[in-house]
């Protein structure tokens, strides 16, 4: 099969966590305004949370910024943030996880920049404690 055309765009990040408590709460929520977040209700103390955003305007992500939950925002530069890819003219795409959510109870994740997104955002929960230098992450985009 050869791939043609310019519509066809697809990728995925693949994430492995081990010595865990199971997938707990998930959320998903989307808007043509304003800047990608959510809020999702944790169900454990101390579980990871994985989130993904995928703007379909494409804006560059170069001043992007997670927000921050329990003290922790991913970063390129902390190894948090596990995907970003933009094609400037289909979409851009992010990935993250937090480490330890702290508490149970309402988190608000995403991002607080860049403005000017048409954005999606799923989240999910990944129950109680459990260690990163068990968990692999595989992020692949075209």
């Known amino acids: 099969m050869t791939r043609t055309g310019t519509a066809l765009s697809w990728g995925f990040t693949a994430l492995r966590f081990a010595n865990h408590g199971g997938v707990g709460a998930t959320a998903v929520a989307n808007s043509s305004t304003g800047t990608p977040s959510l809020n999702i209700t944790t169900t454990e103390n101390n579980s990871a949370l994985v989130v993904a955003v995928v703007d379909n305007n494409a ?9 921050t939950v329990n003290g922790i925002t991913p970063t390129a530069g902390n190894g948090l943030e596990l995907v970003y890819f933009r094609n400037a003219v289909k979409y851009a795409a992010y990935v993250a996880y937090y480490s330890d959510a702290g508490v149970a109870g309402v988190k608000t994740v995403g991002l607080s920049a860049p403005a000017g997104t048409k954005w999606i955002v799923a989240a999910v929960e990944i129950k109680g404690t459990f260690d990163p230098r068990k968990a692999s992450f595989l992020p ?3």
């Open 59 to 67: 804006i560059d992500g170069a001043s992007r910024t997670w927000l």
């Open 140 to 142: 692949f985009f075209l």
